[in-house]
């Protein structure tokens, strides 16, 4: 993880929340100190270490359907898939090792303009939509 990222620390992981209306994303480290206090039936101890959640999903209907699931489960692999795509753009789409100046995944040359749909342009695009930071 990047060290000066501004977001929770990831790992994060969700759970249904009680009552069942929402499911609710946590660092991962919270919910599995919370099934662990949960497990010995501690139920004092569960609810201190989930503290706030990072965010609540609703859906449509209660119990909340499964786009709340869904988008949960997105939002829970945020920082892995951030992490994921920092590493992707990081580097020169162009293998200059291999010799060669067309880009790897569009396969425009160097001094050409990446393809609209190139990875890795939309990819740049996305984490600068998540870190609101130019790379
Ligand atoms: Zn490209």
Known sequence: MTQNAKHTPGEWGYKI???????QVY???????????LA??????AS??????????YGRNLPPDQSAEANARLIAAAPDLLEALKKITDKSPYAEER???YCLFCNMRDWQPHADDCPFLLG???LFKATGEQS
């Open 40 to 45: 010995i039936k501690d139920y004092e101890a």
């Open 124 to 126: 740049k695009a996305a």
């Open 99 to 101: 010799g060669t100046d």
């Open 17 to 23: 929340a009680l009552g069942q209306k929402s499911f």
């Open 48 to 57: 201190k270490w989930l503290g706030v959640a990072i965010c609540h999903c």
């Open 27 to 37: 660092p991962i480290e919270r919910i599995k100190k919370y099934n662990a206090s």
